[in-house]
């Protein structure tokens, strides 16, 4: 009989597998053989396995997905037209800028405890270019005397050589000094605001410390111009020094970032102890109250996943809103986010949920039974892809998609009627050429 895998402990990692990696030779088999399921006209199709923590991702504007690896610091390609390419982007393992190299570098079945949030844990391409755009990528470095150990944001230079893209050069650190506990709660999130600013996403290290001085980057949400300098109109800028670029401050542990693209408010994920974790809205100058009590003692949380002292239901990563044309238009302008579970008595539990933000928040599910689903983003087709870790341990890494099908039935057709002759029995001509639905045809 298999061993029941019901979580017994949370340890308020982002990053973690939340499964017994003892049983999961034992597991494997069943749970390759369990089916995502899509809720409604949702539907999910694997892409691509043998990822090892693939825990981020960002869109080329060539339709090319760069999928990040945690430990091995790889950057794998993926298109649509050809599934996981053999030619990595890059291997940030092999670079070491100013003596700094990526921390940790485990090895598959390699040993990870007390690492599931340290390593390459964010990245980002540069909007609004048509080609070759830098990439930046958020990581934990060490020095190659093994101390001491931080965070930076490298800038990595895009060149496509016969129609393959891939970095060129050695990366630029742009950000350095970030504050790293070298093991927990050290952020990750990295992403460029609709105002063209790019965001930061860093942790308060554990223990709690510095997240409430906006003169100490620990616990904050940073802001930056694209080439690293503090914009001028930050909260803080005027005390100078780190302050700065300080955005928001007194957080836990911010993961990752998402603007609603009707009205720019800014939104992130949010790891709490046990229980705890949430979805906040961010607001510049704005205190978020880490450790008293957990919603923050001068903004509660937009949304409280597992409240102290219930059941756990998920840990919120991944985050984006739809923005595409593939779903029904009611799915337009939601907010789309992962939360990561393994296995409960056997069966992953990890899903994909979405909220209105316009009302009382509400998760509603969009798909479900990933095993610990990690990361989401809009494709270019307009379906959203997921990467999930898996066991966490091996190569059991995969990424989904999730499309649309059918619709029509939620679609109110458009027509316009045009008399003919008659004035009785009236003769009309009916155009409905206006109408369409999401999958671009229309029902009779």
């Known amino acids: 009989m298999l061993a029941d895998l019901s979580e017994t402990s949370r340890p308020g990692s982002r990053f973690s597998s939340r499964t017994d990696l003892g049983d999961a030779m034992v597991l494997s088999l069943l749970v390759s053989a369990l089916a995502q399921s899509g809720a409604g006209n949702f539907e999910v199709a694997e892409q691509a396995t043998g990822l090892y923590r693939p825990v981020t991702l960002a869109w080329l504007p060539s339709n090319t997905l760069l999928i990040g690896q945690q430990y091995s610091g790889v950057i794998r390609r993926w298109k649509n037209s050809g599934g996981l390419q053999a030619q990595a982007y890059a291997d940030l393992s092999l670079y070491a800028p100013g ?35 830098y990439v930046y990528v958020f990581l934990t470095v060490q020095h190659t005397s093994g101390s001491p150990t931080k965070q930076q944001v490298w800038r990595l230079t895009t060149t496509t050589v016969g129609g393959v893209e891939e970095m060129t050069g050695t990366p630029t650190v742009l950000i350095d000094d970030i504050p790293s506990s070298g093991t927990q709660h050290n952020g990750g999130g990295i992403a460029f605001g609709p105002d063209g600013k790019l965001y930061v996403c860093v942790g308060e290290n554990n223990p709690p410390g510095g997240q409430h001085s906006e003169s100490d ?10 080439d690293g300098t503090s914009p001028t109109d930050n909260p803080w800028y005027s005390t100078g020094g780190l302050a700065t670029a300080a955005y928001s401050k007194g957080h836990r542990n911010p993961v990752r970032l998402a603007w609603d693209p009707a009205t720019s408010q800014l939104y992130s994920t949010e790891a709490g102890p046990v229980g705890g974790d949430e979805l906040n809205r961010i607001d510049p100058g704005t205190d978020y109250g880490w450790p008293s009590p957990y919603g923050g003692a001068s903004q509660a949380p937009w949304h409280e996943f597992s409240p102290a002292g219930t059941a756990f239901q998920g840990a919120p990563v991944g985050v984006c809103f739809y923005t595409g044309s593939l779903f029904d238009a009611p799915y337009s302008g939601k907010l789309f986010l992962v939360e990561s579970k ?5 069966v992953p539990a990890g899903r994909v949920v979405y909220f209105d933000v316009t009302a009382t928040p509400s998760p509603q599910t969009c798909v479900s039974g990933l095993l610990n689903p990690i990361e989401i983003a809009q494709g270019p087709d307009g379906a959203l892809y997921v ?19 059918g619709g029509s039935s939620n679609v109110s057709p458009t027509a316009s009627f045009t008399s003919t002759s008659g004035s009785v029995a009236l003769s009309v001509d009916v155009d409905a050429s206006a109408s369409s639905d999401s999958d671009g045809s229309i029902a009779a």
């Open 217 to 226: 980057w620990r616990g904050k949400i940073l802001r930056f111009n694209a």
């Open 342 to 346: 393994g296995n409960v008595s056997g």
């Open 99 to 133: 003596s700094f190299q990526l921390y940790p570098q485990i090895p598959p079945g390699g040993s990870q405890l007390g690492f599931n949030e340290v390593g390459f844990i964010g990245m980002c391409a540069q909007p609004g270019v048509t080609s070759n755009p």
């Open 387 to 405: 990467t999930t870790i898996g066991f966490g341990g091996s190569t059991d890494g995969k990424l989904y998609r999730v499309g649309y099908s």
